[in-house]
């Protein structure tokens, strides 16, 4: 694999506010000027952050795949009060919600699919470490690590079922210190160990 982002920004638009899309063919004069380029440089597969589902997307990803070059598309996952990802209910509106923007967006030169993205920093409001003096509030503490994973694992389960490779791409950052306390590494790597232990429907692991 030989990959990298992909997040064009048409001229005006802050290009640091990534949760645009800009792969339909309203936008077409952009990637048509970049997929040929990326080819020649020797790149294989994309990572794009957005694919909204109420856009047609065809045109952008038949390109790819005529330029043999592969998409990692993704999923963006919010700690919404009104969907609490830690209860049975706002869980399965979130799985849900998945299932319908896989099959949406099903297409043969979409193969890597990400659920989620840096989840486990604590400012996404999913996990943090157990501090009743921290300003910071998450769905799950540092306790709960092994519970927030298998959540992840099992929407893999629905990226696995579409025919994809499932990953969540990690922030470099610690294990929160009350989960970590018998674990040596560090960052990522301590991340993936535990990972390896419930995530079975995760084929990549990722970190940005």
């Not at 997307?57 to 070059?69: G, P, R, T």
Request: aromatic share 12%; with cysteine.
């Amino acid at each position: 694999m030989r990959g990298m982002v992909y997040s064009p920004t048409p001229i005006g638009i802050d290009p640091s506010f990534q949760s645009l899309d800009f792969f339909s063919a309203k936008y077409q004069s952009m990637y048509d000027r970049d997929l040929p380029l990326l080819a020649a440089m020797g790149v294989n597969t994309i990572r794009i952050y957005v694919l909204d589902e109420s856009e047609n997307h065809e045109d952008f990803l038949d390109k790819c795949l005529a330029y043999n070059i592969t998409v990692m598309a993704g999923t963006h996952m919010y700690s919404d009060p009104d969907f609490p990802f830690n209860t049975n209910w706002g869980f399965n509106q979130v799985k849900l919600s998945l299932r319908s923007q896989l099959q949406k967006l099903r297409h043969p030169a979409i193969t890597i699919w990400n659920v989620g993205n840096e989840l486990n920093l604590p400012a996404e409001g999913f996990i943090c470490e157990s501090d009743p003096s921290s300003n910071t509030t998450c769905l799950y503490d540092g306790s709960q690590v092994f519970g927030f994973l298998m959540k992840i694992n099992e929407l893999c389960a629905e990226v696995v079922a579409e025919g994809m490779l499932c990953s969540s791409p990690l922030a470099e950052y610690q294990l929160p210190p009350d989960f970590s306390g018998w674990e040596s590494a560090e960052g990522s790597t301590a991340w993936f160990r535990k990972m390896e232990n419930v995530m079975d429907n995760m084929a990549l692991n990722t970190v940005n």
